[in-house]
């Protein structure tokens, strides 16, 4: 059990990278079905989500309402670092 402690932070490493590896093999609904139920956290998880991850989702935001929503989540997490894409949303509604 004291092993199972040091190693709790192992998965979040490597989350956006599984993330991507599915889009890449299976394709944007399958993805986007892992995506909102990772994004499905509550707000104060520290997600460690990759840039390209992010980029990912943002491609499909045209297409898939949920991508918007993840957006939209991931800018009201962090509003600084999403600031570009908050406003690119903003832009979009009108």
Do not use: C
């Not at 979040?12 to 956290?41: C, P, R, T, V, W």
Request: charge should be positive.
């Amino acid at each position: 059990m004291e092993l199972l402690s040091t190693v709790y932070w192992y998965p979040a490493l490597y989350h956006s990278n599984i993330l991507e590896l599915l889009y890449k093999k299976m394709g944007a609904d399958k993805f986007m079905q892992a995506a909102e139920i990772f994004f499905a956290f509550p707000e104060k998880m520290e997600l460690h989500e990759s840039s390209s991850l992010v980029l990912v989702i943002e491609t499909l935001t045209e297409k898939d309402e949920r991508a918007e929503k993840i957006i939209r989540f991931l800018v009201s997490k962090n509003p600084s670092k999403y600031w570009d894409r908050g406003k690119k949303l903003k832009k979009k509604r009108g």
